[in-house]
């Protein structure tokens, strides 16, 4: 089983920046795609940012210019730059892993959420 741990968020003034972090563990894993997903109250999980195994990246339009997405393939690690924050990208924020396990067992994986909260 692959179980990610997040880090970072919290509360920021708008104009600000924060950074978010995201490490998977397990055994016998290989990670494909990794990214940033977000939920505000009332709404659906959004993506936010993803990026491949080889480094393409994929933002949403609303992030785009603000948000830098970057992993670290040996460690298996993802994190998710933001600057100029803005009261709309308030929202849970969760990280995520697509990948293998013991070389044919494909995987989706979530992270427990971290709180993002930009007041203005």
């Known amino acids: 089983q692959v179980q990610l741990v997040e880090s970072g968020g919290g509360l920021v003034q708008a104009g600000g920046s924060l950074r978010l972090s995201c490490a998977a563990s397990g055994s016998s894993f290989s990670v494909d795609a990794m990214g940033w997903y977000r939920q505000a109250p009332g709404k659906e999980r959004e993506l936010v940012a993803d990026?491949?195994?080889?480094?393409?990246?994929n933002y949403a339009d609303s992030v785009k210019g603000r948000f830098t997405i970057s992993r670290d393939n040996a460690k298996n690690t993802v994190a998710l730059q933001m600057h100029n924050l803005k009261p709309e990208d308030t929202a849970v924020y969760y990280c995520n892993a697509d990948g293998v396990l013991y070389g044919s067992v494909r995987f989706r994986a979530w992270g427990q959420g971290t709180q993002v909260t930009v007041s203005s």
């Open positions: 990026i491949t195994s080889v480094g393409v990246t």
